[in-house]
């Protein structure tokens, strides 16, 4: 559900992200503002083309560009695991392309890290020792019919943590991306999609329905030689649909607790009030009153009971109802409103309950003759 923007409908293929309502009321935006994702090291700026009414913080986008931004692609280096050999003055060397969270990993020796974006070079202080650099020094790096022409701005270790069995202890180390540019290797490479979401076709089917096509694809994979994760959505739909049946079922059987402890309060009031006001009931007696007056009248003294309890009700169900809703962060879903039905129901049931707790004292009340009366006194 939108509530500004129009995301993906015109243009399939668009640029930018969908974001909740939530992300965007927190940080005062809205459709064509712009915003700023941070994932495995990389930052990319994108237009906001739409704002949904949704209940948890979540940014939509393309897969596409998804993957490209968390670095799930094919075919493109990685950088602090992206090996390759370079002529380095003419001599075969070991090249590491790094990003800015590599120098978490290694320790200085001389010098600084390089700063992306920027020609530099660090070196291992082993292959300083080896061939005499310092920082400061030019070196020229070849790959094909490539070059590049940098000044070695640190010499460097690799922590005993980090360091791997086969890693060569004399290395240089370029920003990944210049690397990759002087091999001649794409930067994005192609997008590998994290999980395929298979629809049936069918209306609605059941967890079984679905269990059975899971079986009947894990089989053809195994054949192949290829193990997968599944996830049966219709089995996880029943299971939270199941808990909130519960929930419901125990906040209902709550409310007829309630409902019954306020019934035979109500039945104790008006059993008491009969008992209290028998005089009255004589003198209604005395001047012709029949049995069913008297009915009448405490039937219609425990409805109205029941109504000023309905009223008084009012305000500490709308409150917990926001409670409720607000603790389980439900407030952003359209059917969490307050349920205007919701009061209806309840003055229905009300009466209906106020009607059955007053049954007895007002049969009780109409029992009573001007003899029995007189005798008690």
């Known amino acids: 559900r ?3 923007g129009t995301a993906w409908r015109d243009d399939p293929t668009r640029s930018g992200v969908v974001i909740a309502a939530g992300i965007a009321d927190s940080l005062h935006l809205d459709t064509g503002d712009t915003l700023t994702l941070h994932t495995g090291g990389k930052v990319a700026t994108f237009e906001i083309i739409g704002v949904a009414e949704y209940l948890f913080d979540t940014v939509w986008m393309r897969w596409e560009e998804l993957a490209q931004l968390a670095g799930l692609t094919k075919g493109a280096p990685v950088p602090n695991r992206y090996f390759t050999l370079t002529q380095v003055n003419g ?13 978490l990993g290694l320790i200085p020796a001389d010098g600084q890290f390089f700063t992306p974006g920027e020609p530099g070079i ?10 005499g650099y310092a920082v400061g020094n ?3 790096l070849i790959s094909g019919e490539n070059r590049l022409t940098a000044p070695i701005t640190g010499i460097f270790t690799i922590s005993p943590q980090l ?3 086969d890693q060569p202890g004399e290395w240089i180390g370029l920003y990944w991306e210049d690397l990759a540019r002087l091999e001649g290797l794409p930067l994005q490479g192609e997008p590998i999609p994290g999980g395929l979401q298979i629809i049936l076709p069918i ?10 096509k899971i079986d009947e694809i894990n ?12 996830t049966n959505w219709t089995s996880s739909t029943e299971g939270v649909l199941q808990m909130i049946e519960t929930a419901r079922l125990v906040l209902n059987i709550a409310a007829a607790m309630i409902a019954a402890v306020g019934g035979i309060g109500l039945l104790s009031a008006l ?7 028998q005089k009255e009931i004589g003198v209604m007696r005395s001047v012709g009153a029949t049995s069913h007056t008297i009915i009448y009248q405490f039937l219609v003294e425990g409805v109205i009971v029941g109504v000023v309890a309905w009223l008084l009700g009012i305000p500490f169900s709308y409150a917990l109802h926001h409670s409720l809703i607000t603790q389980f962060n439900f407030a952003r879903a359209p059917e969490a409103r307050y349920p205007l039905i919701a009061l209806v129901l309840g003055l229905v049931s009300t009466l209906v309950i106020a009607a059955f707790a007053s049954l007895w004292p007002s049969w009780a009340a109409a029992r009573k003759t001007v003899s029995d009366i007189l005798r008690y006194q």
């Open 2 to 4: 939108l509530r500004s």
């Open 91 to 103: 001599t075969p060397t070991a090249t590491i392309g790094f990003d800015e969270n590599a120098r």
């Open 122 to 131: 660090i070196i291992s202080a082993a292959l300083a020792e080896q061939r």
């Open 138 to 140: 030019t070196l020229e």
């Open 163 to 165: 360091a791997q069995p």
């Open 203 to 212: 209306t609605r089917p059941t967890a079984k329905q679905v269990a059975a």
């Open 219 to 230: 089989e053809v994979l195994i054949a192949d030689g290829i193990n997968a994760n599944y």
């Open 271 to 277: 059993s008491m009030s009969v008992f209290e006001r």
